[in-house]
């Protein structure tokens, strides 16, 4: 599943899964689906972009697509986030986890992908524990398949999480990880490690090493500054 690196709502990590498309009755063969115009209505028309959703559900249903049909329900989750509706968040993401185990691989990246969402409400309530075992079982699939991105963004996302918990060592080690992932993957002058470069400033801004932290937000300033010239 492909995710916006750097912006860490729910709502936008998730949208990015979408497959391409328009209303089902404009529907032309097999090469669009609702997925895609949803995503480019997010979220400046949030109420159609909704509504495209939900009639993309019977849609992927009735073909047996259950990868789109689960994203199509991530993504729901993704505009009630959006919106501030948090229970009905958890909803839909509970219920993308639950459909995609029910009829899915476990090695299928959107299985990965509802349990990453279902990582982040555990964060979100607080069940550190929890979450990181979801993290950890969507890294396991995304090594798999070998989709750089999102192991660097689940790897982030553990680090945070350890953060939260408490443990400051394991937090930086996986934060290191993910900058190690990037840089193997993208380059050094790469939006995506200039990300880890902030994530790093963060993480040492937070433990009061504002040295370190100065370093590591210069060197994201630099590298975004070469990118934006190149």
């Not at 993290?135 to 699939?141: C, D, F, G, H, V």
């Amino acid at each position: 599943m492909k995710r916006f690196i750097f912006l860490l709502p729910c709502c936008l990590l998730l949208l990015t899964a979408c497959s391409s498309t328009d209303q089902p009755k404009d529907l032309v063969g097999d090469e669009v689906g609702p997925l895609d115009i949803a995503f480019t209505l997010f979220p400046q028309k949030i109420d159609s972009c909704i509504l495209l959703l939900e009639q993309g559900l019977p849609y992927y249903e009735s073909r047996g697509d259950w990868v789109n049909y689960i994203n199509c329900i991530n993504a729901l989750g993704s505009c009630a986030y959006y919106q501030g509706d948090y229970a009905q968040w958890i909803d839909f993401t509970e219920r993308a986890l639950i459909e995609a185990k029910q009829k899915l691989e476990k090695d299928n990246d959107a299985y990965s992908s509802a349990l990453y969402n279902q990582a982040r409400v555990f964060t979100v309530m607080g069940d550190y524990d929890r979450s990181i075992q979801m993290y950890e079982q969507a890294l396991q699939i995304e090594e798999t398949n070998g989709t750089p991105a999102g192991i660097a963004a689940t790897m982030s996302n553990i680090g945070r999480t350890l953060l939260n918990k408490g443990d400051f060592s394991a937090s930086l080690e996986y934060s290191h990880k993910a900058l190690d992932e990037r840089r193997r993957s993208f380059g050094e002058i790469s939006d995506q490690v200039s990300y880890s470069y902030f994530e790093l400033g963060q993480l040492q801004t937070k433990l009061e090493q504002k040295d370190s932290a100065r370093v590591y937000f210069e060197r994201c300033i630099q590298l975004l500054s070469i990118d934006s010239i190149g």
